[in-house]
C-alpha cells in the first residue's frame, strides 16, 4: 500500500502560521509517501521565506502573484504526479488526516 503516492496541494497567501500547522499535521502521519505541493500566492508575512528554507524531495513550492484562489489551485495541476490529490487550505490544517486515514484504512486504489 505505501507505493500509492499522494500529493497534497495547499494555497496560500499571507498565511504563514496556517501553513505551519498544516505542514506539521502532514509530516506528522505515519503515511510517507506524499508529496507537498504549496502554491503561494506571493505572500509578504514570511510565508515566502519559510518556502526558501524548505529543502527535502517531498515538497515543491511555487510563490507568485496570481489572480485568485482558482488561478492558484489551476497552476498546481501541472506539479501533481499522482492521482489521489486533495487539496487543502490553511485554515484546515486537519484535513491531511482524513487523507492520510482514508489510504491508511482503505486498501482500493481510486480509479483515473
Same mark, same amino acid.
Given at each position: 500500500?505505501?507505493?500509492?503516492?499522494?500529493? /497534497?496541494? +495547499?494555497?496560500? %497567501?499571507?498565511?504563514?502560521? &496556517?501553513?505551519?500547522?498544516?505542514?506539521?499535521?502532514?509530516? @506528522? @502521519?505515519? *503515511?510517507?509517501?506524499?508529496?507537498?505541493?504549496?502554491?503561494? &500566492?506571493?505572500? +509578504?508575512? &514570511? +510565508? %515566502?521565506? *519559510?518556502? %526558501?528554507?524548505?529543502?527535502? %524531495?517531498? +515538497?515543491?513550492?511555487? #510563490?507568485?502573484?496570481?489572480? &485568485? /484562489? !482558482?488561478?492558484?489551485?489551476?497552476?498546481?495541476?501541472?506539479?501533481?504526479?499522482?492521482? =489521489?490529490?486533495?487539496?487543502? @487550505?490553511?485554515? #484546515?490544517?486537519?484535513?491531511?488526516?482524513?487523507? =492520510?486515514?482514508?489510504?491508511? !484504512?482503505?486498501?482500493?486504489?481510486?480509479?483515473?
Amino acid at each position: 500500500m505505501d507505493d500509492i503516492r499522494i500529493c /497534497i496541494v +495547499t494555497v496560500v %497567501k499571507n498565511n504563514l502560521n &496556517g501553513l505551519l500547522e498544516t505542514r506539521v499535521s502532514i509530516e @506528522q @502521519q505515519e *503515511y510517507k509517501n506524499w508529496r507537498h505541493i504549496i502554491i503561494d &500566492g506571493d505572500s +509578504t508575512d &514570511g +510565508t %515566502k521565506e *519559510y518556502l %526558501k528554507r524548505l529543502c527535502d %524531495k517531498n +515538497t515543491l513550492w511555487l #510563490s507568485e502573484p496570481d489572480n &485568485g /484562489i !482558482y488561478n492558484a489551485m489551476n497552476k498546481s495541476l501541472s506539479l501533481i504526479d499522482s492521482f =489521489f490529490s486533495p487539496i487543502c @487550505q490553511p485554515e #484546515s490544517a486537519s484535513k491531511p488526516v482524513l487523507v =492520510f486515514t482514508w489510504i491508511r !484504512y482503505d486498501n482500493r486504489v481510486p480509479s483515473r
